[in-house]
């Protein structure tokens, strides 16, 4: 039995698998939407397994005074490596996702940016939340297409940063029917959740039909879709799962609110 909510009749497109992807499909059918989870990315060995394993093995040395950490996969890549963090060295989550991962798979979590979930969020608060008044060398983790915003901002305060690549981002061919139904317009959202999901959706599904929402994660992914030439509909006003959501059920009650 459909469940009945303010998203009753929108089929979403949800562009990423796992535990995320499917908690949101969830979060979905709760409002009464009927999700299609087609993972558009995944995450590949990096290219330059020497590199971090040497990175990994000063971390597990205690050689770094902090490790900062920019998504749930690079939790992935330091489980896979079976990575004891030691007490001497702390570690810093971009956001909430990215700290609940760590605590899921046993590693503490000493410092998250309370106002901006980003690495320019990271950065922002990193002196004040770190109490660093003293040059600190710190272990950066990070995707092969991350731009090196939290690096070069630490490097430019005077902190020893080594900057390791821990995995490759790669897309993923969506189904060729999922296609044909954004063309022909059945679904009445598509949520982008990262600047690769964005590059991904522009290059296999081209332009979107104008009855199709682009709802965005938040304003950083929303300006990174329209680099690539994506248009955008809607913007999270957190960069969270739950906030997304709730954008597409405003445009449901602003409906509502317009028709009285």
């Keep these: ?3 009945r909510g303010p998203l009753t009749g929108w089929r979403v497109l949800v562009p990423r698998g796992g535990p995320w992807g499917h908690g949101v499909a969830a979060d979905l059918r709760l409002r009464g939407a009927t999700p299609v989870v087609a993972p558009m990315i995944n995450f590949a060995s990096t290219a330059d397994s020497e590199s971090l394993v040497h990175a990994l093995d000063e971390l597990k040395a205690g050689r ?12 992935d890549v330091l489980s896979s490596h ?23 798979a046993g590693y503490r979590v000493d410092f998250v940016p309370s106002r901006d979930n980003s690495a320019a969020g990271l950065l922002a608060e990193w002196d004040e939340a770190t109490g660093a008044s003293v040059p600190q060398r710190i272990l950066a983790l990070r995707s092969d297409i991350a731009k090196p915003v939290l690096t070069d901002g630490l490097r430019a305060a005077g902190h020893d940063v080594e900057s390791v690549i821990a ?4 897309g993923v061919p969506v189904d060729p029917a999922v296609i044909h139904d954004i063309a022909a317009g059945a679904f009445r ?5 990262s600047g690769s999901v964005a590059t991904q959706i522009h290059e296999q599904f081209g332009e979107i039909p104008e009855g199709t929402l682009v709802a965005c994660i938040g304003p950083r992914t ?7 030439g994506l248009r955008v509909d809607l913007v999270a006003e957190e ?15 602003s409906g509502a609110e317009e028709d009285r």
Excluded: C, H, K, Q
């Design 222 to 228: 929303a300006a990174d879709a329209r680099n690539v």
């Design 239 to 253: 960069r969270s799962a739950e906030s997304l959501i709730e954008a597409l059920v405003g445009v449901v009650r």
């Design 64 to 75: 770094f005074d902090w490790m900062s950490v920019t998504s749930a996969t690079t939790v």
């Design 167 to 170: 995995y490759r981002t790669v």
């Design 189 to 193: 959202a598509i949520l982008v959740t």
């Design 82 to 104: 079976r990575v004891v963090v030691p007490d001497s060295t702390r570690i810093a989550a971009v956001g909430e996702t990215t700290a609940a991962a760590l605590v899921a």
């Design 1 to 3: 039995m459909t469940r």
